[in-house]
């Protein structure tokens, strides 16, 4: 029935001519709806859902609303559906998870769901799904539960059963034990009806991306449903797509088998198999765009299930035919899946490189496609199929393209050459000339890390690539009139550190050295101003035939303006002082061999991609970021160094780092700062040298598996392990405040600084120490604090893998009383990244006794004798400490056992190795307790050992 008052109101308000005389109309009628709701207690139906409507029409056209929610909610009940839908459509448009409303509908909800009235029960499940959480799931799922799995519920309200049910599967995977569900949730995919197989293969594939355990037999199922379609041709008319029996069916069911081995069973490996085969030889392309959209969906998802499935599968030297032959078709889409798909081979089979390479002029053309995504594809393309055998080729190809490529695409690309020029290369000689080619062709996109990367490879390989180095450098800088910054810097050290491997050739003497850097110095930047005045130093040093001018440029740049010209040349003067001759040897003495680490270019491409496991820990509040992995793989000081004379190196010359300057000697050289690449971490000079982007260091990171944080046993952290909010630190100054989340893997935590004083807090900065497996980034936050004001700093987190003792936070300001400084660990324990797991015994003790070797037993006295069940749960459950309770399992009914996974970042859900599991043994004579930790880490062993010792009792 047509209503005519809403009807007026859209019609008045379509009609207005102006902003303010809408908004006029809109005022008059929220006054008139606000009378009739105070005034009218017995309103009847027609004329709540009539009001409800405009309130829902004035809200969409963005006008705030802070009325009527009672009156929707009693719609909500109404037996009408005309009524009844009206409220929950305004449920879905006015109401977000956690509103205290949602409480108030959650009786009418289950009421629908458990009715038989198909339309209010589809009503209640399109409300689950638009504003569902956490509460709706522990309360509702079994009532969905029972619709998607019973028998005699109809096929459209079993779909949007399905679907509800991923909805809620999402928000709390505990609800769907494989051991309890799998069997039924799998029964569906026998069904005959396409379209409740479809939604039930959606609620599948999103259980499997959590995890695989217990639900292998949707393998089975999959191909038999695979088979039904693709080769007996078992379906409606109704599900056919240009042709295409039910894609978007297959491709969920080909996604399905990839979650899994390859199967073992000869009857499934055969059926799948010929699935496989015919999709493969059954795809062409074609005129019409949009079956070639549908049937190359379906084509490169079959393909990558052959890829997934590998040398177990006849098809793949097809696959690489077919995807050859995709590169080289005129339909952009078409190839840069192609590209795509060839990339993944080339990672996931790396047997077939051979097939691959006969396509390599093809993918090399691609780089000059004029789709800037296609030549990202072919770029990557090109890096994962590069091998030791064809790198030169490789390089020079990807060189020649560099002078032309796009500016935003050559960051990436020169990442991409320096990284295989240094894995792959044949001699140093040929990685030094690439590396400054790169220099001279993209200065610009040239990272610091490449550049430190490449002088600590000629500092660590010998005299003879230091002299070749030196050489090439030497004849580029000689080369270039104009050179860039980072040819510059290269030249420098170079010339600083191995500059006499040519001082005797002609043209190359200590003064022409001098000379050519001299005649770039003044149009230079100032931190190449500050590098270059370490290599006059160290080449003064080495000859004394340069020092007089020398001295002289020490002595303009002491009255520099910029501020680490002054300070390094005034101390390098300094050195030159009666009675320094020993430290002034030992600081210019040449630079020692470098710690081999992983290379720092490979983990910058691996940040640019997004696929590095962790990042760095950062300060906010305006200091530098700290490198995640100290300062071991960076040059070291660029001529500033530790280590023996910067003399020529005779054959047999020990070049270990001397002692000199370990110990009081270490303060003569006061606040020098490099500008360069930084000193190593363990020479003892990271502060003097201002690295630290900050006068006061960052908190150091807590040992694993030490005796804790300081700080981690107060009652507020042992308090914030099991709930996620509260006050984690307060005085007569500040009150920290923390409120955090946690999803898998990852999580954020809002730091609130509160002002108590009356005076503002400035100088207002945090930093955080890096901890391996834990990855933070805070937002920046401002500097000051107003007086009873508070401050909040956002910080997202990231669990790389396992760890102890959590990050500490390090805050500054200044009060009234002075600079403070505040040290003390944040309340994220590795238990916030636990996962609850339920298993049966045998799986437990399988588990328990695979991660033998690694346990952590500690004794602590009981709070409370007999030890409750239901504080176990309390304070060790899913909703505490995140472990599930096995019962039954332990022989002894006075025992418990607890079982959780490590949640991480690339690592599987439910794995084997990320098992954290635990039994508490209690001693009800002596009112004692051990707890037992077993997982792949002592130092989370010993970390959870603590918590769930401090949960249930007091330690020793």
Known sequence: MAMRGLTVFISDLRNCTSPEQEKKRVEKEMAHIRQKFTTESNMNGYNRKKYVWKILYMFMLGYEIDFGHMEAVNLISSPRYSEKSVGYAWCALMLR????????????????????????????????????????????????????????????????????????????????????WADKILALLDEKNIGVLTSAASLVIGILTQETAGWEGCSAKAARTLTRIVLNKDYSNDYLYYGIPTPWLQIKLLRMLQFFPPPDDHALKMRVSEVLQRIITGTDVTKNVNKNNVTHAVLFEAINLVIHLGSTSELLPQACALLGRFISIREANIRYLGLEAMARLSIAQPDTMDQLKKHSQTIFFSLKDQDISIRRRALDLVYSMCDSAGV?????????????????????????????????????????????????????????????????????????????????????????????????????????????TIAEEEGSRPTDQLRVLHEHFLQADPDVKALLLNTYVKLSHAFGEVA??????????ATSIDQEMQQRSIEYLALGGAGLSEIKNSVLEMMPQFTERESIVQKTLSKTQGEANAMPARSAGGGKDDDDDGDDDKPRGNGLSVGNSFAPSKPGLDRQP????????????????????????????????????????????????????????????????????????????????????????????????????????????????????????????????????????????????????????????????????????????????????????????RRWKGLEGKEKQLVFKLNAMPLPEA?????????????????????????????????????????????????????????????????????????????????????A
């Open 97 to 180: 998870e956690g509103d205290e409303l949602l409480r108030l509908i959650i009786n009418s909800i289950r009421s629908d769901l458990i009715s038989k009235q198909d339309d209010a029960i589809c009503l209640a499940l399109a409300a689950i799904c638009n504003v569902g959480g956490k509460e709706f799931s522990e309360t509702l799922s079994g009532d969905v539960l029972r619709l998607l799995t019973g028998n005699m519920t109809k096929t459209y309200v079993r779909k949007k059963a399905a679907l509800t049910t991923l909805r809620l599967y999402r928000k709390d995977p505990v609800m769907l034990p494989a051991s309890e």
């Open 392 to 500: 030169k080729e490789t390089v020079a190809e990807l060189l020649a393209y560099l002078e032309t490529a796009d500016s935003h695409l050559k960051e990436e690309l020169v990442l991409k050459i320096a990284i295989l020029a240094e894995r792959y290369r044949t001699d140093n000689d040929w990685f030094v000339d690439v590396i400054l080619s790169l220099i001279r062709n993209a200065g610009d996109f040239v990272s610091e890390e490449i550049w430190y990367r490449v002088v600590q490879i000629i500092t660590n390989e010998g005299d003879a690539l230091q002299a070749y180095a030196a050489k090439k450098v030497w004849l580029s800088l000689k080369g270039e009139r104009f050179p860039h910054k980072t040819l510059l810097k290269v030249s420098g050290y170079v010339l600083g550190e191995f500059g006499h």
């Open 548 to 557: 007089p001018k020398v001295g002289e440029v020490l002595r303009l740049a």
């Open 658 to 845: 001397s002692a000199a300057l370990i110990g009081d000697e270490v303060d003569m050289m006061g606040g020098l700062s490099m500008g360069g690449p930084p000193a190593p971490a363990k020479s003892g000079m990271d502060d003097l040298l201002g690295l630290m982007g900050d006068p006061v260091p960052p908190p150091a990171a807590p040992k694993q598996g030490a005796a804790g944080a300081a700080g981690s046993s107060t009652p507020q952290w042992l308090a914030m392990c099991t709930r996620n909010d509260g006050v984690l630190h307060e005085d007569a100054n500040v009150q920290l405040g923390i409120k955090m989340e946690f999803s898998n893997h990852q999580g954020r935590l809002a730091i609130y600084i509160g002002n108590k004083t009356p005076q503002p807090l400035t100088s207002v900065s945090t930093m955080f120490s890096p901890v391996p497996g834990v990855a933070l980034q805070p937002a920046q936050i401002a500097s000051e604090v107003a007086p009873k004001q508070q401050l909040m700093q956002m910080i997202m987190i990231e669990c790389g893998g396992p760890y102890g003792d959590p990050p500490q936070l390090c805050l500054r300001f200044v009060g009234p009383s002075g600079p403070t400084q505040l040290v003390m660990p944040i309340p994220v324990p590795p238990t916030k990244f636990l996962v609850p797991m339920a298993i049966d015994g045998g799986d437990f003790f």
């Open 871 to 955: 504080l176990v749960e309390e304070k060790c459950g899913p909703s505490a400490l995140k472990f599930g309770l096995l019962k039954g399992v332990d022989p002894n009914p006075a025992n418990f056992v607890l079982s959780s996974y490590m949640a991480a970042k690339g690592v599987p859900p439910n794995a084997d190795a990320a098992s954290v599991l635990a039994r508490l043994e209690v001693n009800p004579a002596a009112g004692m307790c051990r707890v037992s930790v077993r997982s792949a880490s002592d130092g989370l062993n010993n970390a959870i050992a603590k918590i769930v010792g401090s949960h249930l009792g007091t330690l």
